[in-house]
T-cell receptor
Framework: DAGVTQSPTHLIKTRGQQVTLRCSPI?????VSWYQQVLGQGPQFIFQ???????GRGNFPDRFSARQFPNYSSELNVNALLLGDSALYLC???????????FGSGTRLTVV | AQSVTQLDSQVPVFEEAPVELRCNYS??????LFWYVQYPNQGLQLLLK??????LVKGINGFEAEFNKSQTSFHLRKPSVHISDTAEYFC?????????????FGPGTRLSVLP
């Protein structure tokens, strides 16, 4: 089985731009979560989606949004990028059978 | 709300020596506890988890951790480390919800194994 797929692996954006990050969960998993990991810190929870609906939101501004598609893949959107948005963005695929949690390798976003 | 403290930001240790990485948490409700490892330029890999039962939990790569409810601690140990254990280690807590847990992570401890 394929693991959690995130794309792109790296990207560079300019302040004020918008970015979309993508995540494909493990086949059969209907829930995904997004985390932001700033360099030198632990990951912070951004969103959780289950069956295409938002089921949890962390303490992030409205510039951050996400959605989940019928095939359970997900996109994270960040508008009006700030330098402080530079981070590794991790997607986690969640099994609601055993609550197993599998992280992808992440997307490294650099805002310049 | 939950929070996690990892008192040591960096831990250098010689190869084949024992190591302990400390984790303390605070929560007003019962939580589940996890340790994750992150190698450079990679995502997070689960080392071990405590959900219930025996307070001594064994994980992958020879790591183990002990849950101490009275001291709200979940320290990670390995009796003999290898160079390949060099990585960042994160302690995390969560409450289980119907849709699956969402984690509160500590700031991480960088383990450097020296030859």
């Amino acid at each position: 089985d394929a693991g959690v797929t995130q794309s792109p692996t790296h990207l560079i954006k300019t302040r004020g731009q918008q970015v979309t990050l993508r995540c494909s969960p493990i086949s059969g998993h209907k829930s995904v979560s997004w985390y932001q990991q700033v360099l030198g810190q632990g990951p912070q929870f951004i969103f959780q989606y289950y069956e295409k609906e938002e089921r949890g939101r962390g303490n992030f501004p409205d510039r951050f949004s996400a959605r989940q598609f019928p095939n359970y893949s997900s996109e994270l959107n960040v508008n009006a990028l700030l330098l402080g948005d530079s981070a590794l963005y991790l997607c986690a695929s969640i099994s609601t059978l055993n609550y197993g949690y599998t992280f992808g390798s992440g997307t490294r976003l650099t805002v310049v | 709300a939950q929070s996690v403290t990892q008192l040591d930001s960096q831990v250098p240790v010689f190869e084949e020596a024992p190591v302990e990485l400390r984790c303390n948490y605070s929560s007003s409700v019962s939580v589940y506890l996890f340790w994750y490892v992150q190698y450079p330029n990679q995502g997070l890999q689960l080392l071990l988890k405590y959900l219930s039962g025996s307070t001594l939990v064994k994980g992958i790569n020879g790591f183990e951790a002990e849950f101490n409810k009275s001291q709200t601690s979940f320290h990670l140990r390995k009796p003999s480390v290898h160079i390949s254990d060099t990585a960042e280690y994160f302690c995390a807590v969560t409450r289980r919800t119907y849709y699956g847990q969402n984690f509160v992570f500590g700031p991480g401890t960088r383990l450097s194994v020296l030859p």
